[in-house]
């Protein structure tokens, strides 16, 4: 079974510098989809940024960007030029992708962010 | 666009009583899915519907919970009779069709949070 490990449970990061959160995950599978979902206080879960694991090269979305190592199943999302609205809980998720269709997101427990001005 | 609307957005019930939790997903969205999240724990699938039909109900917990979705088009998650162990945050997503691009994004509601004394 396809397992995501999110070993900080929280961090902190002054307004303007960069945060690196950290995800592994683990599967036998080569054909998958990796995710960061993020959820404000209060509000809705919305996806920040996603990795198709054929691809070689990191995503990017704007202040937001993945070290994507497939090798070492290793999946962190990097937040540069933090801001107060970047203040959420971040979750690291992992899909299958098969023949037969794509299987459930599988989630990691969260890590959750505050940005201090 | 409308976004995947949940409600109540928090209900609070006694051990034993009946609870009934409602999404909408976006229009057209064939695929709709419901996950929960213990406190402090991983958010956990619980079932995927592609129209109308339940496709993986794997993640049910028990046959307290049931599952609806009448024409493929809102759903309901019913529990009944609720236990202290069913309380945590109902999340409910949508996706598109499978055969479009973007099958693989789940776009989520704001969750249902479930208290059960």
């Known amino acids: 079974a396809q397992t995501v490990t999110q070993s900080q449970p929280e961090m902190s990061v002054q307004e303007a510098e960069t945060v690196t959160l950290s995800c592994t995950y683990d599967?036998?599978?080569?054909?998958?989809?990796l995710f960061w979902y993020k959820q404000p206080p209060s509000r809705q879960m919305i996806l920040v940024i996603r990795q198709e694991a054929y691809k070689q090269q990191n995503a990017t979305e704007n202040r937001f960007s993945v070290n994507f190592q497939k090798a070492a199943k290793s999946f962190s999302l990097k937040i540069s030029d933090s801001q107060l609205g970047d203040t959420a809980m971040y979750f690291c998720a992992f899909m299958n992708s098969g023949d037969s269709g794509n299987t459930p997101l599988v989630f990691g427990k969260g890590t959750r962010l505050s940005v201090i001005a | 666009e409308a976004g995947v609307t949940q409600f109540p957005s928090h209900s609070v019930i006694e051990k034993g009583q009946t609870v009934t939790l409602r999404c909408d997903p976006i229009?057209?969205?064939?695929?709709l899915y419901w996950y929960r999240r213990v406190m402090g724990k991983e958010i956990k699938f619980l079932l995927h519907f592609v129209k109308e039909s339940k496709q993986d109900e794997s993640g049910m917990p028990n046959n307290r919970f049931l599952a609806e979705r009448t024409g493929g088009t809102y759903s309901t998650l019913k529990v009944q009779p609720a236990e202290l162990e069913d309380s945590g945050v109902y999340f409910c997503a949508s996706s598109q069709d499978p055969r479009h691009s973007g099958a693989n994004v789940l776009t989520f509601g704001a969750g249902s949070r479930l208290t059960v004394l």
């Open positions: 229009s057209g969205h064939d695929n």
């Open positions: 599967t036998s599978e080569s054909n998958y989809y």
